[in-house]
């Protein structure tokens, strides 16, 4: 449905899984209101009527990891005014940026029967790489409560509000009992960025780093207190190692960490 | 025998009459909220019966650890204080402010709805109640509504500590454990043999309204005594101290201190410390807008200074480095806190140390910021003991 002088959004998925997309068609109590103020002209996730561009919102899910990919996220920028890239593999490369530590012909020796038919790039790289991004919105995947305040700060012409700070904030707000404090369980809050609503430490679990490094992520110092609380250099290495494994301050911290396994 | 109580008075109150003195606050009208075992801790929550107490728990605290331990005896109130601090009532984390909605070009503001129902917080500690006494003058003077409907009807339990923590440090700060604050009710818990009793002072007539149906009896010079005791013995064996002749003097006059480099390698900006702390109170306020840009709701929430957008001026922080928000973090609290309040903002109730996750102590910290600035900065930080 068109309506004159609604901003159109387009929703384009790269290299992911498709669950920030579905995080979207999850609001649906909220998607109605999002429907009301803007034409969704290409969300094929959710429809297949399809609506050329231009766009006026761009929202961008996975990573970059085939030639292909390349030539479309330069055509979707060239389409569109505003391009805000949605979860981890678009803003960071995602897991499978962990391809970039690793023999990607070899992977596709392994993996496939006809290996002659895959054409991908060595590495997964997240969207700002290749071209221009006007917001990131972080998570693996993202919170629908963020999506929407994004959605409607640029419907409304406004800086969205989404706080750089850590998970520990939120944590504590909650009156969660800090986990690596109360049963020395690692726990990546104090590095990583708040968005999730501390969702694993409300579960007793250490925070895994979904929504990639806070603004002053002191990745040293928690790496010396995993240590402390009986990591060995490899595992250290991995906590970092995940979804945001390309985010530059998470793989700095993986490769101190790696350094000291081999003295 | 039920006699009724009076204000000024010291009764006791037999283990075996909990129950009832539970009852009457409830009957009074009140909400009792206090300690419970939750997620390896103890916090505060709704206590409906005295078993939702951490009967028999205790706790062990050092810098950045907590564990969860059994006592040999059955104390109802045999801990130190945990990660949660009754701000968490006054001054709630989340806390919506007023609602507005335009209709027909103009525009509605409803503020919230004042329902809540009077609480009693049953287990408040003398470093606990001293920390509520400095967040009644930072609310007080800032005129702040909600925090004043709020703190006007609660009902002060206190108890004192028969116990110190290996974090404590009440004594330097003169805030305890003895309960020497305007208090509605004060119980000391006496286990000895096969008695188990509390030893109740009497501080208002708030205070004597719950007592009407609770079994009590005069409190006897003995029972007084042993009391007495019990509190001496935490006194005695605190497990931090801090010397605060002319701290703030040390604090404001030395923003150069090669110290604070040192602990902002350490530091992880993560904001615990602010958080878990009973006294600090910075906030921000934002405006929710809904979709249909109809609608806007404006909150309230716990804010810290070691947050770096807490301080953007225009868009950008003015406390940039970790070091310049420790530095802030410290100052303030031990230092700047004298000159706005009149007042330490510290309590010493030793949960920034407790639950910093690696351990920073403000105890060491401002004692290495008493030693002279030596010219050269050490070449590794080296975290304290697990
Ligand atoms: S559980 Fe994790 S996120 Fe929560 S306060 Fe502790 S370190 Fe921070
Ligand atoms: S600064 Fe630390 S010890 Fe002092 S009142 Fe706050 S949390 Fe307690
Ligand atoms: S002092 Fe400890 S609790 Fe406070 S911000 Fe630094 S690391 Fe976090």
Not at chain 1, 233 to 243: A, G, I, K, L, N
Not at chain 2, 213 to 227: F, N
Request: net charge neutral; with cysteine.
């Amino acid at each position: 449905m068109t309506v004159a002088g609604q901003p159109k959004l387009g929703v384009f998925k790269f290299a992911s899984c498709d669950g920030c997309q579905l995080t979207l068609l999850d609001c649906e109590d909220e998607l109605l209101a999002v429907t009301d103020r803007v034409e969704i002209a290409d969300f094929r996730e959710a429809s297949s009527a399809v609506r050329a561009g231009p766009y006026d919102v761009a929202l961008v899910e996975g990573s970059v990891t085939t030639p292909h990919d390349l030539e479309r996220i330069a055509e979707i920028r060239a389409q569109s005014r505003v391009l805000i890239t949605i979860g981890a593999c678009a803003t960071a490369g995602g897991i499978q940026a962990l391809r970039n530590f690793a023999d990607v012909d070899e992977f596709r020796r392994v993996v496939y029967a006809h290996p002659e038919y895959i054409r991908t790039l060595a590495t997964s790289t997240p969207i700002k790489d290749h071209v221009p991004v006007d917001f990131e919105l972080r998570g693996c995947p993202i919170d629908k409560g963020q999506l929407l305040e994004v959605l409607s700060a640029f419907l409304g012409n406004r800086t969205p509000n989404v706080p750089t700070e850590s998970v520990c904030v939120e944590c504590k707000r909650r009156g969660h009992v800090c986990v690596m404090v109360a049963h020395g369980t690692p726990c990546l809050g104090p590095v990583t960025q708040t968005g999730c609503g501390a969702l694993c430490p409300g579960f007793h679990r250490g925070c895994y780093g979904c929504f990639g490094p806070q603004d002053t992520p002191n990745t040293p110092a928690l790496s010396e207190r995993l240590t402390l609380l009986g990591m060995a250099p490899d595992q250290v290495r991995r906590v970092y190692r995940t979804f945001n494994a390309m985010a530059p301050a998470f793989r700095a911290a993986a490769d101190a960490a790696g350094k000291e396994a081999t003295p | 025998m039920t006699e009724s109580a009076q204000v000024g008075g010291r009764y006791v109150l037999d283990r075996a009459d909990f129950p009832a003195f539970l009852d009457g606050m409830r009957a009074a009208g009140y909400r009792v909220v206090g300690p419970t075992v939750r997620d390896r801790a103890i916090v505060y929550g709704e206590v409906r019966a005295v078993t939702d107490l951490p009967i028999g728990w205790t706790d062990r605290q050092e810098a950045g650890q907590y564990r969860l331990e059994r006592r040999s005896d059955e104390a109802l109130f045999g801990y130190n204080v945990g990660p949660h601090s009754w701000k968490k009532y006054l001054f709630p984390a989340h806390e919506r402010l007023w609602t507005a909605t335009t209709t027909d070009g103009s525009f509605e503001v409803r503020p919230e709805p004042d329902d809540a129902t009077p609480l009693a917080f049953l287990g408040v500690r003398a470093c606990e109640l001293a920390a509520i006494r400095v967040q009644d003058r930072v609310f007080g003077l800032a005129g702040d509504p909600t925090y004043a409907r709020r703190r006007r009807s609660v009902l002060r339990v206190a108890v004192e500590c028969g116990q110190a923590g290996r974090t404590c440090f009440c004594v330097s700060m003169g805030t305890g454990p003895a309960v020497h604050d305007e208090v509605d009710l004060a119980l000391t818990e006496v286990l000895e043999g096969d008695r188990h009793y509390f030893l109740l002072h009497v501080g208002s007539d708030r205070g004597a309204r719950v007592l009407t149906d609770v079994p009590l009896r005069p409190a006897s010079p003995v029972e007084e005594g042993a009391a007495a005791d019990r509190v001496a013995s935490a006194a005695a064996s605190m497990g931090r101290s801090l010397t605060t002749t002319g701290i703030r003097d040390v604090l404001v006059n030395q923003p150069d201190h090669p110290r604070w480099a040192i602990v902002a390698r350490r530091c992880l900006a993560c904001t615990n410390c602010t958080m878990a702390c009973p006294t600090c109170f910075c906030q921000s306020t934002e405006e929710v807008p809904d979709l249909s840009g109809e609608k806007v709701e404006r909150w309230r929430r716990w804010d810290s200074c070691f947050n770096s957008q807490f301080s953007a001026v225009h868009g950008t922080s003015v406390r940039q480095s970790t070091q310049s928000r420790y530095r802030q973090w410290l100052t303030h609290k031990f230092g700047t806190w004298h000159d706005q309040f009149g007042e330490s903002g510290c309590v010493g109730c030793g949960r920034c140390i407790t639950w910093c996750p690696v351990g920073i102590d403000v105890t060491e910290e401002a004692a290495a910021l008493r030693e002279p600035a030596r010219p050269t900065v050490p070449s590794a930080s080296k975290g304290t003991t697990p």
